[in-house]
């Protein structure tokens, strides 16, 4: 029985096309269903008063019953006495009563069909909820074109009749179908062209304003018409059923706000005093009349409507030069709706009951202003684009990010200025401009650093501070640059760019005393730093050569010292590089030097080094997690944007997202990658993200964003296995992962560990030294989203104490 | 804090009358009032009547109540101290026995007393406490060195009130300034913002009156250390200059005040490097706090030149002491303040012993640091406790020990 339930309440979203089929499989159900349908209408027939109902009706008293005969029967049978009194009683009850009923349901769209029967009409049945109206509906039909004639004479007086006569000549014109069709129209002549009535100041001037206001949903002249159409099937189908029409006076009262409805008392007040029979007829009749003017009315806005009801509304105004309408085929209407339900899908739904009824559609509009105001949410739709699918689709050209690392003044910015000018990144008047400025200050050779150096403080001091991303392409290459600051005092944001960074661009200042002091200083500490955070490749750029004259000696003595440096520091012979150059001068970065001392050097330009980098793969398929970088107004359309790199994972357009440690969504309402607006991006992308509905406290660099369906954790504490820079003993440390930076301390050191396999050599050491790898814990003061395996890099004093990996 | 008498006896029982004067006073206190002591001080109590027809009043009373010591709660930022335990005296309006929670005030007298009772109970004044009892009376006042420092970094200020015995971090500000960007100006914006909100801030804080007419009164200004790495500093400097000279002309008495200085992060953990720059140590030279960061960082040198005259951890140390390391000759005992604050009798009793062999027996020196300090707060990181020592103990015995500590 519970299978025979759930099928039959999946039967009311059915096509009634298959209502014997019931769309179910199970054929031994339906076997059944059909033998007691047939007994029960049988016994409807048999008893007394003999009734009849369709097998629709039978089927759900059916179900309802437990597929008990006899008590469905008597449901039935008392359903119809019951309907067949109610037909008797005063009618004006009836239609305001019916009224009420149907106004909800109404706006509903009609999914409809090509053709007008039963089953199409039936579609709206979920809304109704009353299907024993609906049925009434049907069986009614057949009675309007005798109840429209008969009932327009005692309503608009003597004048009726010679429109009732006019109604018939023009159904003979409109041939077999007519059967139905004057019947609406004949009744609305009446009440329009009755000057004397009561309606006519009412329904013209209702009609009027709807044709006015044609802000009145059109579709909803697609219920009327296709209503009144749909019943001609029913109608010869069960002739002779005793029944009020409320299914005309059910379209008056949707689309018609105010006027309609005293339209609709009107008339019904004047019959009642008269005999109850023509009354009966009589009132569908107005209410058709009330149909007509909403299909008429808002008609005017589509000429398909117009073709299809022009009929209606023509003969309102009482011309008559409309054309017959074949109501066989479907009406313009519908195959706009048909298109449109097809195309939308359950959404139609909502859409065309907006469309179809004016006071839905008003309470709709109002609805969704109230939630405008209230909620000022954005909602960005979203592509659900396979993302993985799309990169792989999409022929990029390879792309890579390094970092520019050195000593400070070892002229990292020039060189990445004379690397971006050379490619044509930089247009030659901004490169002009910046030399004028950079003169006036009495900073000429600060010229091309100022292409990545843009803060006012970083000019006025000519150091950079902040890390500065730019792009450039080679013909098989994107590139993007992240140019970091040398100075000690910035390497935690020098540490923010190396973790975006897939291979290294190592500066050194070739020239006499500063090489040397480079070397104690932050090249040493560079180096090590992104080595420890994962950089396999490194290129040196000797720089600074045409200080000392394109020495080769003093070339390969710097070649010699640093190369012995970053093996010790873990980089393999073949990932190092050296290319002596001069940043300044532009020798050896995108064209060979013509300088006749530099002829000695054979090897790669700086471009071509760069160039030999592989592509590097990237964990797509892995959870989000992207640290923001920067948290800025984007502009005007963009509040809120931030800007990073996609650690792993993906996202697209419409995303919603979670930023820890704050626990916040967000929207992502665009995505720029790489400055070009994209619907996605991928892990190893520098991306910019649009975000909506979240306040710009709860983002802050060094968060981390990710999917709420898998975030990531905040932590306080973790282990981690490091490489000790520095001596290690309990201490308060600054914890660094890219742009996040947090007080913390060492609470343990757990034990020293042999470097190569990595056993435990000393168990809780009292301190570790330099070079020594060391397991410890470290404690936080507050929650930090950290997730293992990434890299760490712990700092303590201003200078890095170690680094290592979380575990 | 004012020593009003002192009736100390040769046992080590007594009383103490004391008034706290400053805020500070209430966290020495703190650290002088222990579970089990007597503790007189006025109070107010509410006390509940009822009448014989049944009906209540309630009335709030002034009393002087004596209570036995169950509990301390201290509140450092806004240097409250709340201290709970039994009515030891019979008043009219209470009984013995019923508990009252004190709210020591400033400048009302309070009278602690200590017993030196049976095991366990009550260890009287000891060493520890008369010399806790010593800082915390002002002898003349010339301790009131006191600086505020703010440490900053892009977006981000701590700002903190380094005290003799503790530093109390008052305020954190901190903001979300956009990163310079191809072509934007919202980092200028933003840094120019972060100072106003931060100046603003440091100025209530400081209770620092900015109208010119206050200027009248030659009230000595608080160094204030502007602490960072990179410019920021330096700039928030140069903002308050240009605040003086155009918009509030009052912050001129605060400029001679201002040192800049350098700091590794805008974490409160470089506060240490802050204290050390020359420009501060020159004014701020004979505070507790300054010496304390001296010796922190003279035991923190000798640790990483593995010398093994240097050592730490409870067990460590108390080895070191038996074997007597830590004596004549630059043995030095550092400890946390905080080991004494121990509920644990015994645990106290503990400490205070090796303090007294130390000094007494040994002829080291003994440090107590204070817990509210950074340095204090290093040494906490060590287990509390620390020594340097006089020759370079081995360690590989200890070892054991290390792995029964790790068994626990």
């Not at chain 1, 509906?137 to 009726?160: C, F, Q, S, T």
């Not at chain 1, 054979?602 to 592509?615: A, D, K, V």
């Amino acid at each position: 029985m519970s299978r025979h339930r759930v099928k039959n309440v999946g039967y009311d979203d059915d096509d009634y096309e298959d209502d014997d089929g019931y769309g179910s499989p199970d054929p031994e159900e339906q076997e059944t269903l059909q033998q007691c349908t047939a007994a029960v209408l049988e016994q409807l027939r048999a008893g007394e008063p003999s009734v009849t109902a369709t097998k629709e009706e039978i089927q759900e008293a059916l179900w309802h019953y437990y597929n008990d005969v006899e008590k469905s029967a008597n449901y039935l049978r008392g359903k119809k006495e019951k309907e067949i009194k109610k037909q008797k009683a005063p009618t004006m009850q009836k239609a305001k009563g019916q009224a009420g009923l149907p106004v909800p349901g109404y706006p509903a769209p009609l999914p409809a069909i090509s053709h007008f029967s039963a089953a199409d009409f039936f579609r709206d049945c979920p809304w109704l909820n009353v299907p024993a109206h609906r049925k009434a509906d049907i069986l009614v039909e057949p009675l309007y074109p005798r109840i429209g004639l008969l009932g327009g004479a005692p309503e608009a007086g003597g004048k009726v009749s010679k429109l009732a006569a006019l109604a018939a000549a023009r159904k003979k014109k409109e041939g077999e179908k007519a059967a139905a069709t004057p019947e609406a129209p004949s009744t609305p002549r009446p009440d329009s062209s009755a000057a004397s009535s009561p309606k006519p100041p009412g329904t013209p001037l209702s009609l009027s304003e709807r044709l006015a206001a044609s802000k009145l949903s059109r579709p909803s002249d697609t219920n009327g018409s296709l209503r009144r159409l749909g019943k001609l099937e029913p109608s010869v189908s069960t002739p002779g059923r005793p029944e009020p029409a409320p299914g005309p006076s059910k379209p008056a009262p949707l689309p018609i706000p105010e006027p309609v409805k005293s339209e609709e008392d009107e008339p019904k007040d004047e019959p009642e005093p008269q005999q109850p029979t023509p009354n009966i007829r009589a009132s569908p009749s107005t209410f058709a009349s009330a149909i007509v003017g909403n299909a008429a009315g808002p008609t005017m806005a589509e000429p398909s409507h117009l073709n299809s009801n022009g009929v209606d509304l023509l003969q309102i105004y009482g011309q008559d030069h409309a054309e017959p309408f074949d109501f066989a085929a479907p009406s313009p209407d519908d195959v706009v709706l048909n298109a449109q339900n097809t195309a939308k899908g359950l959404k139609s739904k909502q859409a065309a009951s907006k469309a179809a009824s004016g006071q839905k559609g008003q309470a709709d509009v109002a609805g969704g202003m109230k939630d405008l105001s209230v909620e000022e949410k954005v909602t960005v739709k979203s592509k659900n684009l396979d993302v993985l699918a799309e990169y792989n689709k999409s022929r990029r050209k390879k792309s890579a990010n390094f970092v520019v690392i050195g000593h400070v003044d070892a002229g990292k910015s020039t060189l990445m200025g004379r690397l971006l000018a050379d490619q044509g990144a930089i247009d030659q008047r901004t490169l002009d401009k910046y030399r004028k400025e950079a003169e006036r200050i009495g900073k000429g050779s600060f010229a091309l650093a100022w292409v990545l150096d843009q803060g006012s403080e970083e000019r006025a001091r000519g150091v950079t501070i902040d890390i500065a991303t730019n792009k450039f392409e080679t013909e098989n290459t994107a590139f993007t640059i992240v140019d970091a600051p040398g100075h000690r005092d910035f390497v935690p944001n020098m540490i923010a760019g190396a973790s975006q960074a897939d291979f290294a661009v190592l500066v050194i200042d070739s020239s006499v005393g500063k090489f040397e002091s480079g070397l104690k200083g932050q090249t040493k500490e560079h180096a090590l730093l992104v080595r420890s955070m994962g950089v396999q490749k490194i290129i040196v750029a000797v720089n600074k050569m045409d200080t000392v004259q394109w020495d080769k000696e003093r070339f390969e003595e710097i070649e010699q010292q640093i190369s012995s440096f970053l093996t010790t520091a873990g980089f393999q012979a073949k990932n190092i590089s050296f290319v002596p150059c001069s940043g300044v001068l532009g020798d050896n970065i995108t064209r060979r030097s013509d300088d006749p001392q530099a002829t000695w050097y054979t090897g790669r330009t700086l471009i071509e080094e760069l160039e030999t980098s592989e592509p590097y793969t990237h964990a797509l398929d892995k959870p989000l997690r992207m640290t923001i970088g920067d948290v800025f107004r984007g502009g005007v359309q963009n509040p809120i944007s931030i800007s990073g790199r996609l650690d792993s994972g993906s996202l697209q357009m419409g995303d919603q997202i979670l930023t820890l440690p704050s626990g916040e969504t967000a929207l992502i309402r665009s995505v720029d990658v790489d400055g070009e607006p994209s619907d996605w991006a991928v892990a190893g992308q520098n991306v910019v993200l649009n975000l909506a509905n979240i306040d710009p406290v709860h983002l802050r660099s060094g968060d981390v964003i990710c999917r709420a369906s898998a975030p990531i954790k905040t932590i306080t504490s973790f282990t981690a296995k490091v490489l000790a820079f520095e001596h290690l003993m309990p201490m308060q440390v600054d914890v660094h992962r890219g742009r996040l930076h947090v007080p913390g301390r060492i609470s343990k050191l757990v034990a020293s560990l042999d470097k190569a396999s990595g056993t435990a050599l000393k168990k809780r050491p009292k301190i570790v030294g330099p070079g020594t790898v060391a397991r410890v814990v470290v404690e936080m003061d507050q929650a930090v989203p950290l997730e293992a395996p990434t890299r760490i890099v712990l700092r303590a004093g201003g200078a890095t104490v170690a680094a290592g990996l979380l575990e | 804090m004012r020593l009003i008498k002192n009736k100390i006896e040769h046992d080590g029982s007594g009383t103490v009358t004391l008034c706290p004067e400053e805020p500070e006073d209430m966290w020495h206190a703190y650290n002088l009032i222990r579970p089990g002591d007597l503790l007189r001080a006025s109070a107010i109590r509410r006390v509940t009547t009822v009448q014989d027809t049944g009906s209540t009043s309630s009335a709030r009373v002034h009393l002087s109540l004596e209570i036995k010591v169950k509990s301390l709660d201290f509140d450092p930022h806004s240097s409250q101290l709340h201290v709970s335990g039994q009515i030891m005296n019979e008043t009219a309006h209470t009984k013995v026995g019923q508990f009252h929670t004190l709210d020591l005030e400033l400048n009302r007298n309070f009278t602690l007393e200590k017993k030196v009772g049976a095991d366990g109970e009550g260890v009287g004044w000891d060493s520890i406490a008369v010399e806790m009892l010593k800082d915390a009376v002002d002898e003349g006042g010339k301790r009131r060195a006191e600086a505020v420092a703010v440490v900053m970094q892009e977006g981000l200020a701590h700002i903190c009130f380094i005290g003799q015995f503790q530093t109390i971090m008052k305020q954190k500000v901190e903001m979300s300034v956009p990163r310079k960007r191809q072509g934007g100006g919202d980092h200028d914006k933003g840094m120019s913002k972060f100072f106003r909100v931060t100046l603003e801030t440091l100025l209530r804080q400081m209770d620092f009156n900015t109208s010119i007419t206050s200027g009248s009164n030659n009230e000595a200004v608080r160094p204030v250390l502007l602490a960072s790495p990179g410019f920021v500093a330096a700039g928030f400097h140069k903002y308050i200059q240009s605040e003086a000279s155009t918009t509030t002309p009052g912050l001129k008495r605060l400029l001679p005040s201002i040192v800049v200085v350098h700091s590794a992060s805008g974490y409160l953990n470089s506060l240490s490097e802050v204290l050390q720059s020359p420009a501060v140590k020159t004014l701020l030279a004979d505070t507790k706090y300054a010496r304390e960061t001296r010796l922190m960082d003279d035991f923190l040198d000798q640790l990483r030149k593995e010398t093994n005259k240097a050592t730490y951890g409870p067990r460590e140390v108390e080895s070191a002491v038996d074997q007597g390391a830590v004596g004549r000759g630059g043995g030095v005992l550092i400890m946390s303040n905080r080991l004494f604050r121990s509920q644990d009798v015994a645990e106290r009793k503990r400490w205070v012993a090796l303090v007294d062999r130390v000094r007494d027996v040994e002829g080291g020196e003994v440090r107590v640091l204070s817990s509210d300090h950074e340095s204090g707060k290093r040494l906490e990181g060590l287990g509390g406790i620390a020594a340097l020592l006089t020759f370079p103990v081995v360690e590989e015995e200890l070892h054991s020990e290390d792995e029964a500590a790790d068994a626990d």
